[in-house]
C-alpha cells in the first residue's frame, strides 16, 4: 500500500503540475499544507489571543473549502485548481488555527 494516498488523493486531474512532474498532493491539500506551514512559523515568533472572534473567523475560513469539497464530491460541479488552492488556503488556516486553539486551551 503506497502510505502517501493517506494525505491526499493525488489524482493527476486535480493536481499542479511543473514540468510534466505532478505535485505529490492535489491543489487543495497544496493550500492546506502551505498555509499550516506559514501559520506555525508566524504563531512561533509572535504571540496569538485566541478570542472567540478569532476562534468564530477561523470556523468561517473552513466554509470555502468544505462547500468546494463536498458540492465537487457529490458531483453538483466541478472546480478548478485555481479555486481548489485558494479554498485549500483558507481552510488550512482555519483548521491549524483551530488546532493551536486547542492546544493553547487544553494542553
Given at each position: 500500500?503506497?502510505?502517501?494516498?493517506?494525505?491526499?488523493?493525488?489524482?493527476?486531474?486535480?493536481?499542479?503540475?511543473?514540468?510534466?512532474?505532478q505535485f505529490p498532493v492535489c491543489a487543495r491539500c497544496t493550500g492546506f499544507y502551505i498555509s499550516v506551514i506559514l501559520y506555525c512559523i508566524y504563531a512561533f515568533f509572535n504571540y496569538i489571543d485566541y478570542?472567540?472572534?478569532?476562534?468564530?473567523?477561523?470556523?468561517?475560513?473552513?466554509?470555502?473549502?468544505a462547500i468546494d469539497g463536498f458540492t465537487q464530491y457529490f458531483e453538483l460541479r466541478e472546480s478548478n485548481n485555481t479555486l481548489r488552492l485558494i479554498t485549500g488556503l483558507c481552510g488550512g488556516l482555519g483548521l491549524i488555527i483551530l488546532i493551536k486553539a486547542f492546544k493553547f486551551y487544553f494542553l
Open positions: 500500500m503506497d502510505v502517501t494516498y493517506l494525505i491526499c488523493h493525488r489524482r493527476p486531474e486535480r493536481s499542479f503540475h511543473i514540468k510534466g512532474h478570542s472567540m472572534q478569532f476562534l468564530i473567523f477561523a470556523v468561517l475560513l473552513l466554509i470555502p473549502a
